[in-house]
């Protein structure tokens, strides 16, 4: 079997081995791979593991052998599933591999627009604590979170974990799934429709896919919805959320913060209009980046192909 890693470098740019999954085939890595080159680098390739490579019918076509496609991701938004049925071709993701990281980092977001946490390092770095007459000071409004009540949008597995970390904070919870359900499974969350999570909510986590029903879920409409000063964490997909509404509300102290792990446009080449925005965290999509998580991914990815080599594929989203 030919095996073809596309965009191998932002997964694994040397800190863990490929070797188990080099056992099971002829592997050819590249560190990054643009998308005019992907018709030459897995024309012959049996299977090919993806990142986000946009992986479209005509793409597929190129690919006389191409039997499997594994994404290495737990979204696959970027291929054409229908297509690739069509064609016969087998394709996997990578599911629950981040939760503990994506649930780790939701909570360093909200964290630092309570605490201001950087901002404060960087003040007693530049000799604000040794000038202060008291033995503390502090440069913003600080947040408890115990007794604030946090909405959370998308309550599958990660979603379901940032409910019992919130919990544990003394936080209230609400919930709202894609399929309804009466009850939540942790003690101290409780189902909700999103109307009332809009209303209610001192934070909002998102942790939904991004759909044609829910883009831009995070709009002006919405936010007027919401309590003055609520603050809103993004850790799913950028293009839930209209970024130049967001900003209007932070200007306006309609929002009292926004925290995001993922953006619109990723790299965002021609910047966004929440940099500089205040009250705002930005962070380059690295909620899944820790080395234990990306770990799980190949381990997952190695077993992946090696289950559909051995004819009974695993994590398939088409077959």
């Not at 993701?93 to 605490?115: D, G, R």
């Not at 619109?264 to 962070?283: R, Y």
């Amino acid at each position: 079997m030919k095996i073809v890693i596309l965009e191998s470098y932002v997964i694994n740019p040397g800190d863990i081995s490929w070797e188990n999954l080099a056992e099971l085939g002829d592997l050819t890595i590249y560190d990054h791979t643009p998308k005019e080159l992907a018709p030459e680098r897995i024309r012959d390739a049996d299977i090919v593991l993806a990142g986000k490579i946009e992986f479209t019918s005509a793409l597929m076509d190129e690919c006389r052998n191409l039997k499997y496609i594994c994404e290495l991701a737990t979204g696959y938004n970027n291929i054409d599933v229908k297509a690739a049925s069509e064609r016969g071709i087998a394709l996997s993701n990578i599911p629950a591999y981040s939760t503990p990281s994506v649930v780790q980092h939701t909570f360093a977001l909200l964290l630092e627009l309570c605490m201001h946490t950087g901002q404060h390092s960087a003040g007693v770095m530049s000799g604000k604590w040794n000038k202060c007459r008291d033995f503390s000071y502090w440069e913003t409004p600080l947040t408890e979170l115990s007794g604030k009540t946090m909405g959370i949008i998308g309550y599958g597995q990660i979603g379901k974990a940032v409910a019992q970390v919130a919990v544990c904070f003394g936080m209230k919870v609400l919930a709202c799934a894609a399929h309804p359900r009466n009850e939540s499974g942790v003690e101290g969350v409780a189902m909700a429709e999103i109307e009332d999570i809009l209303r209610q909510s001192d934070v909002i986590s998102l942790h939904c896919p991004l759909t044609q029903e829910n883009e831009k879920l995070i709009r002006k409409e919405t936010i007027a919805k919401m309590r003055d000063g609520a603050i809103i964490v993004n850790t799913a997909r950028g293009g839930l959320v209209n970024e130049q509404d967001v900003l209007e509300a932070l200007i306006s102290g309609k929002l009292g913060g926004f925290a995001a792990d993922t953006l619109s446009k990723e790299p965002p080449t021609d910047g966004s209009p929440l940099f500089g925005a205040p009250n705002c965290v930005i962070t380059p999509h690295l909620a899944w980046a820790p080395i234990e998580s990306r770990r799980r991914l190949i381990e997952t990815a190695t077993e992946n192909v090696r289950s559909f080599i051995g004819g009974h594929p695993q994590n398939t989203v088409n077959q």
